[in-house]
């Protein structure tokens, strides 16, 4: 196909590298898992074998790209964290998107039934990607203390809400008992998923004062 008529058509792909001497970060996370999570039985709040399937298909992730320094995950996202000089694929978006994400997705699919041996894949999953740069090491720090915070929040309020229905009460019931009733600004030492852990205590409805 060298030099036919149609090879102009190439000037229509943009150059979509990334800038250089910045942290890459790619984040997939599962498309539609909570409709794919119940479909497949997983156990609530966390179920152990998703969670070591994930891992597992990190790991793959990790050995195909080896200019990942460390990926973190959780629920049904995992960040990939590449070297600020990484060179792979000269950095461009579009390759390092695609070709994370699709490495993961198939190992998901590969490794599936390793992890579920007695669960049989319904209909295969999907996860979508993006890829951004951050500038310092201190934005660096922060995304990855933010995806922490946002795990720790999200097991804390999750695990008190099924521990309470696994208990017998109504979600709604649940809900209302796990509630913040703090109005801005009034509880400064406490974080809404803090507030879940006193609500287990059953000492009835937990109100925060100053
Ligand atoms: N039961 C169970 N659910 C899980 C587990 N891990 C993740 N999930 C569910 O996966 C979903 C992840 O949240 P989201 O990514 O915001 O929801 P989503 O349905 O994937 O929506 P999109 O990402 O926007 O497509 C939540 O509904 C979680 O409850 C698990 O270990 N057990
Ligand atoms: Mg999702």
Not at 15 to 43: C, E, M, Y
Not at 56 to 80: H, L
Not at 136 to 148: A, E, F, G, N, V
Request: proline residues 5%.
């Amino acid at each position: 196909m060298a030099n036919s008529a149609y090879e102009y058509v190439r000037n229509f792909e943009q150059n979509d590298s990334l800038l250089p001497a910045t942290w890459l970060v790619v984040r997939i996370d599962g498309q539609g898992f909570t409709k794919f999570t119940a479909k497949h039985g997983f156990t609530k709040p966390n179920d152990i074998r998703a969670l070591r399937l994930m891992n597992r298909c990190a790991k793959e992730v990790m050995e195909c790209m080896t200019e990942i320094v460390i990926s973190y995950g959780q629920s049904d996202e995992y960040s990939f964290v590449f070297s600020k000089d990484a060179k792979a694929y000269d950095r461009r978006a579009s390759k390092l998107n695609t070709l994370l994400v699709s490495r993961f997705t198939s190992a998901y699919v590969f490794y599936w039934s390793e992890f579920f041996p007695d669960t049989k894949l319904q209909f295969p999953p999907a996860f979508d990607s993006r890829v951004v740069q951050y500038p310092s090491d201190r934005i660096m720090r922060d995304y990855l203390c933010w995806r922490q915070v946002d795990c720790h929040i999200n097991n804390m309020y999750n695990t008190c809400f099924w521990t309470l229905v696994k208990g017998g009460m109504s979600n709604k019931d649940a809900m209302n008992r796990l509630e913040v009733r703090c109005q801005k600004g009034s509880c400064p030492r406490f974080w809404p998923g803090d507030i879940a852990i006193c609500a287990t205590t059953a000492a009835g409805p937990f109100v925060p004062s100053n």
